[in-house]
């Protein structure tokens, strides 16, 4: 299940434990929503994924972009060690924003980290 909890300057968006191709379209509209209210960040929880494929990958870098061109940054939060894993292996944690709370909320930034 997705939802979109609203913060002062960002928007978390929750992924699901199944973050598949057809989870799309509704994280698509999550990202719509929260872009609406123009917060500074876009959070994307990623606490819940076991399971996550190459389509979903993509996606989230053309959410990157698309929300790098707003000027409003995309962070991955709480990656699941699944994601951690996924991260490294296609090193797009050198190009993603990561955020976990078990370093104290300290970013583990990648090149889109400011």
């Known amino acids: 299940m997705t939802q979109a909890?609203?913060?002062?300057?960002?928007?978390?968006?929750?992924?699901?434990?199944?973050?598949?191709?057809?989870?799309?379209p509704t994280l698509e509209r999550k990202i719509d929503d929260a872009i609406a209210g123009k917060p500074a960040y876009v959070d994307l929880q990623?606490?819940?994924?076991q399971v996550v494929d190459s389509a979903t990958l993509n996606w989230i870098l053309q959410v990157l972009a698309r929300l790098d061109s707003m000027n409003i940054r995309l962070r991955m939060l709480d990656p699941s060690p699944v994601m951690v894993d996924v991260f490294l292996a296609t090193r797009l944690d050198s190009r993603l924003t990561i955020v976990s709370s078990a370093a104290g909320g300290n970013a583990a930034e990648g090149a889109n980290g400011r």
């Not at 909890?5 to 960002?10: A, C, L, M, N, Y």
């Not at 990623?46 to 994924?49: G, K, N, R, S, T």
């Open 46 to 49: 990623l606490a819940q994924v």
């Open 5 to 24: 909890v609203r913060e002062t300057q960002s928007v978390a968006v929750s992924a699901p434990q199944q973050f598949l191709q057809r989870s799309i």
